[in-house]
């Protein structure tokens, strides 16, 4: 039975991700259609070399920040990891994150890399990389929930009010689907949750270097907003921006490439700009974030355990 049922849970995830992917690329197609390619063109090709440089500064600041966030919480659960280890570690997660389908592979090899390094297991490791994530996903959301509260209470038609009571369902739909996979496969979570997060200090710095992390995000989605001639400000973008990060969490496509510009091109009429602005600032995001990985191929050309 225990087999069977495990069986069963992996047959949905890779049903989840089969559907992610084929959502990601009808929205992807979507985009393509849609979009005046001229304007968006016309946009990035203005893009000058202090924006890209800008640009992928606050890149190595996000892979190092959460590299440390990473340390942090595995120290907390009895995972010892190096300062350095873990920025390698961290790099070589991002860039393969950027590149494999669905947008989590590079989670996984770090996890199993984890424990190839320093003799712990599989499950440990992995823990570790959960938590991790989780705490940059609680963070995300704090900011999508606050970009909500911003709205006008109908915008377009649409209710505030609903469209948070909807994030709430989803959320909680979530919650109910994925607890139970996680109890089943990480006997004694609660234990780990409690280390990493309630302990003495952890939640000051979890919280901490989440929010910044999920701050740089918001700015360099600003600062690529700004390089397209956008000019995105801070009261639109905390509205925005965190519901097009939302759409990379999803096990879909590639890097959140597709997904993104769909949510771009769908939010930035709401706050004043024009599709073509929001495709224009989602592509440089993710080609600045892209650029910024490129570190990993030295890790990963230089990796004794490629």
């Known amino acids: 039975m225990a087999i069977t049922l495990l069986e069963e849970r992996s047959l949905i995830l890779k049903l989840v991700r089969i559907v992610g992917t084929l959502l990601a690329l009808i929205l992807a197609a979507w985009v393509v259609w849609r979009t005046d390619w001229s304007i968006v063109l016309k946009s990035l090709s203005s893009v000058s070399l202090v ?49 494999l389908p669905g947008g989590v592979a ?25 938590l991790e994530r989780l705490s940059g996903q609680i963070a995300l959301l704090m900011f999508v929930l606050g970009g909500l509260l911003l709205w006008p209470d109908r915008i377009y038609g649409i209710n505030k009010w609903a469209v948070l009571a909807l ?3 989803v959320v909680a739909v979530l919650c109910l689907a994925v607890l139970p996979v996680i109890r089943s496969r990480f006997a004694g979570l609660a234990n780990d949750l409690s280390a990493a997060f309630c302990s003495m200090g952890a939640a000051g710095y979890q919280l901490t270097t989440s929010v910044l992390i999920v701050a740089s995000y918001i700015a360099l989605f600003m600062l690529c907003a700004h390089a397209t001639g956008g000019s995105l400000t801070i009261g639109p973008a905390l509205m925005v921006v965190p ?22 091109a769908a ?7 024009t599709p073509d602005q929001g495709i224009a600032a989602s592509l440089l995001y993710g080609a600045v974030a892209m650029l910024g990985a490129a ?12």
Request: with cysteine; hydrophobic share 45%.
């Open 167 to 169: 994030v709430g369902v």
């Open 106 to 130: 590079g989670d996984a090899i770090r996890a199993y890399r984890g424990r190839a390094h320093d003799g712990s297991g599989l499950a440990r490791s992995a823990t570790s990389v959960i």
């Open 51 to 99: 924006h890209l440089s800008a640009g992928l500064l606050l890149v190595q600041f996000q892979i190092c920040m959460s590299a440390f966030r990473w340390r942090y919480t595995a120290l907390r659960i009895g995972q010892p990891i190096g300062k350095w280890q873990a920025v390698r570690e961290y790099y070589l997660s991002t860039g393969l994150n950027q590149l």
């Open 243 to 264: 519901l097009c990060l939302l759409t990379m969490v999803l096990p879909s496509g590639f890097g959140g490439w597709g997904t993104r510009e769909a949510a771009a």
């Open 295 to 306: 570190p990993s191929l030295l890790v990963l050309l230089t990796s004794k355990d490629r």
């Open 267 to 273: 939010l930035w009429p709401m706050v004043g700009y």
